[in-house]
């Protein structure tokens, strides 16, 4: 090609032709080089993901707290002077009494009740101050009422103890049950999502990659059970394999890798065919090769989303559960069962409610916000 | 179109018939049955029961016959939780004040999911934006028992505003109505929080779009570009969200059912299985699934009933 244009461009090829040797020379080895020079280091794209992450506020805040909520899960526990099995009936339900809050009135072990005024000496040692008297008509007559307030530190014979968040109906220190719940609850959430990941990555990248008829089997197959109702099948479940962690997790496991599976899929399928995949398909490489070198670094933000997305759709299914009474088995406690146990008493305890609801509400938060940083952290086209 | 619908129709014919067949082989595999019921004593009885529902038959024979009654419609009759009541009607004396309290939970949910969607999508980046998704995600982490409980203790026991649970009335009243409304409260902010999330990602997405441009460079108000081009685009999910939700609130009222002592569709299920009262479990099972997954194919269809562009099926070849 270049010889034929040469020939027909006599005064170029001539002119090219008869360059004399000598005319040659090295150059570029002693020359300034004009190039701009790389400003800055080459950022990886882990180093990327990092550096997005890093500067949200929002989700290092929310990390912060998953990783504090983490380590209450493991030493909480511990910190309390009672166990979190340790009854204690003449000490039931007390409410929180922290050492140093109580000084300026909250969390003191105090609470105002409303006894009538013939039974005001019954409450003599413990009252602290009458609130405010008033009549009430009864089916006996006029009756005089107090709303008091009492130390039910006092009244329970229970001075120098000190039940941080308070106690159930059983005397158990809730503080220590908190936080025992918490760890069963996460352990719970982990597994599920662990077993989830793994068999819905296979399951999906085996569809998305291979397609075909295989493709089509799996996707019927996920449709009929994303179609089953959740609630009945749960149930008839639980009832099949009693409750406890290990049925749970299987009845969370048996719908709950659907989900993952096919974000995995559609990820799997968008990438089999890009010209990078092809190249090393050409050069010989394996398809599970392939599959794990090639294909699933690119899918691994949206899984990496989704599962801290599932984290708390689990701690919230297994609650509802709880509701049910058919949660985690007593006497082990879980966010759910103490949730459900504070409702039962909610209008004349509230503490049992506050301190569940307050960490449930925390871990939830906290993990929905890390899985919207996560994924915002993952898009490359947010990079600045 | 119509072969589309057709094609769905018959999936789920074929989905629906293997998770009945599921529930069905789990239930009566089950270790226990109803004559285990101690309340049941007399020897007749339970040979008259043992005949009637073919106890002694082997399980794909019974399986057999109790396709045949369904198809029949015959639904059978409860025998441990209401005894000697025809499924079908425990069904329909309990469907009402869940349905109700779904439909309206939905009726408040989606103008109100709609309207902080939209504002908070026009407003973006404001400091209305930061407070309203703020408490959006807030709702959302917040699990729907514990905004029930929160609104129970505050709004009903300490203020006293609202009665704390349901009135036993079985017409629809104001007096019932007065009393679900914080269960129709506790059900709906999630959904609102959902749809207000959903629809402002959509239409913030929409505004930024190449044809909204266009609407604005042809001379178009504001109010005209937002309601005719905007708007229209940004709801093309929100149909089936919402048909989705719907669904899920159906299945996940038990917990609140259960706070606000409501005597819904779910309270018969647990004590159905409870009691193993299979042919109650059955039935109401069958419902959930029904409606399921009709629900599913309504979610579908409505893409092509709001955006003309997606019609498919019938386009498959061409």
Same mark, same amino acid.
């Given at each position: 090609?270049d010889?034929?244009?040469?020939?027909k461009?006599?005064?170029?090829?001539?002119d090219?032709?008869?360059?004399?040797?000598?005319?040659?020379?090295?150059?570029?080895?002693?020359?300034i080089i004009?190039?701009?020079?790389?400003?800055?280091?080459?950022?990886?794209?882990?180093?990327?993901?990092?550096?997005?992450?890093?500067?949200?506020?929002?989700?290092?805040?929310?990390?912060?707290?998953?990783?504090?909520?983490?380590i209450?899960?493991?030493?909480?526990?511990?910190?309390?002077?009672?166990?979190y099995?340790?009854?204690?009936?003449?000490?039931?339900?007390?409410?929180?009494?922290?050492?140093?809050?109580?000084?300026?009135?909250?969390?003191?072990?105090?609470?105002?009740?409303?006894?009538?005024?013939?039974?005001?000496?019954?409450?003599?040692d413990?009252?602290?101050?009458?609130?405010?008297?008033y009549?009430?008509?009864?089916?006996?007559?006029?009756?005089?009422?107090?709303?008091?307030?009492?130390?039910?530190?006092?009244?329970?014979?229970?001075?120098?103890?000190?039940h941080?968040f308070?106690?159930?109906?059983?005397?158990?220190?809730?503080?220590?049950?908190?936080?025992?719940?918490t760890?069963?609850?996460?352990?719970?959430a982990?597994?599920?999502v662990?077993?989830n990941?793994?068999?819905?990555?296979?399951?999906?990248?085996?569809?998305?990659?291979?397609?075909g008829?295989?493709?089509?089997?799996?996707?019927?197959a996920?449709?009929?059970?994303?179609?089953?109702?959740?609630?009945?099948?749960?149930?008839i479940?639980?009832?099949?394999?009693?409750?406890?962690?290990?049925?749970?997790?299987?009845?969370?496991?048996?719908?709950?890798w659907?989900g993952?599976?096919?974000?995995?899929?559609?990820?799997?399928?968008?990438?089999?065919?890009?010209?990078?995949?092809?190249a090393?398909?050409?050069?010989?490489?394996?398809d599970?090769?392939?599959?794990?070198?090639?294909?699933?670094?690119?899918?691994?933000?949206?899984?990496?989303?989704?599962?801290?997305?599932?984290?708390p759709s689990?701690?919230?299914?297994e609650?509802g559960?709880?509701?049910?009474?058919?949660?985690?088995?007593?006497?082990?406690p879980?966010?759910?069962?103490l949730?459900?146990?504070?409702?039962?008493?909610?209008?004349?305890y509230?503490?049992?409610?506050?301190?569940?609801?307050?960490v449930?509400?925390?871990?939830m938060?906290?993990?929905?916000?890390?899985?919207?940083?996560l994924?915002?952290?993952f898009?490359?086209?947010?990079r600045? | 179109?119509?072969?589309?619908?057709?094609?769905?129709?018959?999936?789920?014919?074929?989905?629906?018939?293997?998770?009945?067949?599921?529930?069905f082989f789990?239930?009566?595999?089950?270790?226990?049955?109803?004559?285990?019921?101690?309340?049941?004593?007399?020897?007749?009885?339970?040979?008259?029961?043992?005949?009637?529902?073919?106890?002694?038959?082997?399980?794909?024979v019974?399986?057999g016959?109790f396709?045949?009654?369904?198809?029949?419609?015959?639904?059978?009759?409860?025998?441990?939780?209401?005894?000697g009541v025809?499924?079908?009607?425990?069904?329909?004396?309990?469907?009402?004040v869940?349905?109700?309290l779904n439909?309206?939970?939905?009726?408040?949910?989606?103008?109100?999911?709609?309207?902080?969607?939209?504002t908070?999508?026009?407003?973006?980046d404001?400091?209305?934006?930061y407070?309203?998704?703020s408490?959006? %995600? $807030?709702?959302?982490? &917040?699990? /729907? #028992?514990v905004?029930?409980a929160?609104?129970?203790?505050? *709004?009903?026991?300490k =203020?006293?505003?609202f009665?704390?649970?349901?009135?036993?009335?079985?017409?629809?009243?104001?007096?019932?109505?007065?009393?679900m %409304? $914080?269960?129709i409260? &506790?059900? /709906? #902010?999630?959904?609102?929080?959902?749809?207000?999330?959903? *629809?402002?990602?959509? =239409?913030?997405?929409?505004?930024?779009?190449?044809y909204?441009?266009l609407?604005?460079?042809?001379?178009?108000t504001y109010?005209?570009?937002?309601?005719?081009? &905007?708007?229209r685009?940004a709801?093309?999910?929100?149909a089936s969200?919402? *048909?989705y939700?719907?669904?899920?609130?159906?299945?996940?009222?038990?917990?609140?059912?259960n706070?606000?002592?409501?005597?819904?569709?779910?309270?018969?299920?647990?004590?159905?299985?409870?009691?193993r009262?299979?042919?109650?479990?059955?039935?109401?099972?069958?419902?959930?699934t029904?409606?399921?997954?009709?629900?599913a194919?309504?979610a579908?269809l409505?893409?092509?009933?709001?955006?003309?562009?997606?019609?498919?099926?019938?386009?498959?070849?061409?």
């Open positions: 090609m010889n034929m244009i040469l020939e461009d006599p005064i170029l090829s001539e090219i032709l008869n360059i004399d040797e000598s005319e040659f020379k090295l150059r570029k080895k002693d020359d004009y190039d701009a020079k790389f400003e800055g280091e080459a950022i990886s794209y882990g180093r990327d993901v990092w550096n997005r992450f890093k500067a949200d506020k929002v989700t290092v805040v929310a990390t912060t707290f998953i990783v504090i909520i983490i209450m899960a493991i030493i909480g526990p511990h910190l309390s002077k009672f166990t099995i340790e009854q204690n009936l003449e000490h039931a339900y007390l409410p929180p009494r922290i050492p140093g809050l109580e000084k300026i009135g909250i969390f003191d072990g105090t609470k105002v009740i409303t006894i009538q005024k013939k039974n005001l000496e019954n409450y003599q413990c009252l602290l101050k009458v609130i405010r008297e009549s009430m008509s009864t089916r006996t007559g006029e009756t005089t009422m107090l709303d008091i307030e009492i130390d039910v530190y006092k009244q329970k014979g229970a001075e120098d103890v000190y941080w308070g106690t159930d109906s059983l005397g158990r220190d809730l503080f220590a049950r908190l936080w025992q719940g760890r069963i609850s996460l352990i719970l982990f597994a599920v662990l077993i990941l793994t068999i819905g990555l296979v399951v999906g990248a085996v569809a998305g990659y291979y397609g008829w295989i493709d089509i089997i799996i996707q019927r996920l449709e009929i059970i994303n179609s089953i109702p959740q609630l009945p099948l749960t149930l479940l639980i009832m099949w394999f009693g409750s406890g962690i290990l049925p749970l997790i299987i009845v969370f496991v048996l719908t709950g659907v993952i599976s096919s974000s995995v899929r559609v990820q799997f399928y968008r990438y089999k065919n890009r010209e990078y995949v092809l090393s398909r050409t050069m010989g490489a394996k599970s090769r392939i599959m794990y070198k090639y294909i699933l670094p690119n899918a691994a933000g949206t899984i990496i989303t989704s599962c801290a997305l599932s984290v689990v701690i919230f299914q609650a559960l709880s509701y049910l009474g058919l949660g985690i088995q007593a006497p082990n879980s966010i759910g069962q949730l459900s146990d504070g409702q039962k008493v909610l209008l004349d509230p503490h049992l409610l506050l301190f569940p609801a307050l449930i509400v925390l871990l938060l906290a993990f929905n916000l890390l899985g919207n940083g994924r915002d952290a898009n490359p086209s947010l600045q | 179109m119509t072969k589309y619908i057709i094609q769905r129709l018959i999936a789920a014919a074929f989905a629906f018939i293997i998770i009945i067949a599921v529930c789990v239930l009566y595999s089950m270790p226990g049955s109803i004559i285990s019921n101690p309340t049941i004593k007399d020897e007749t009885v339970i040979k008259k029961i043992e005949e009637k529902y073919h106890l002694n038959e082997p399980l794909p019974q399986f016959y396709i045949k009654d369904y198809m029949n419609f015959d639904f059978g009759e409860s025998l441990v939780v209401r005894p025809k499924v079908f009607d425990v069904i329909k004396e309990r469907i009402n869940t349905i109700q439909v309206f939970s939905a009726l408040f949910t989606l103008p109100i999911g709609m309207f902080f969607g939209i908070m999508a026009l407003k973006k404001s400091v209305y934006d407070i309203c998704s408490i959006v %995600i $807030l709702v959302i982490s &917040a699990p /729907s #028992f905004i029930a929160v609104l129970q203790y505050f *709004l009903a026991y =203020l006293g505003w009665p704390l649970t349901l009135a036993p009335i079985v017409e629809l009243n104001w007096e019932k109505f007065y009393s %409304i $914080l269960p409260f &506790a059900m /709906s #902010f999630g959904s609102i929080a959902s749809i207000s999330r959903m *629809l402002r990602a959509e =239409l913030s997405e929409v505004l930024t779009s190449d909204m441009l609407a604005k460079a042809k001379g178009l109010s005209q570009t937002i309601v005719r081009h &905007a708007l685009n709801c093309v999910p929100l969200t919402f *048909l939700l719907f669904v899920w609130v159906i299945s996940s009222s038990l917990v609140i059912e706070i606000f002592g409501v005597p819904g569709l779910s309270k018969v299920l647990v004590s159905a299985i409870n009691a009262d299979h042919q109650l479990t059955l039935g109401v099972t069958y419902f959930y029904l409606i399921g997954l009709l629900m194919i309504a579908d409505s893409y092509g009933v709001v955006d003309p562009r997606i019609r498919m099926g019938a386009k498959k070849d061409g």
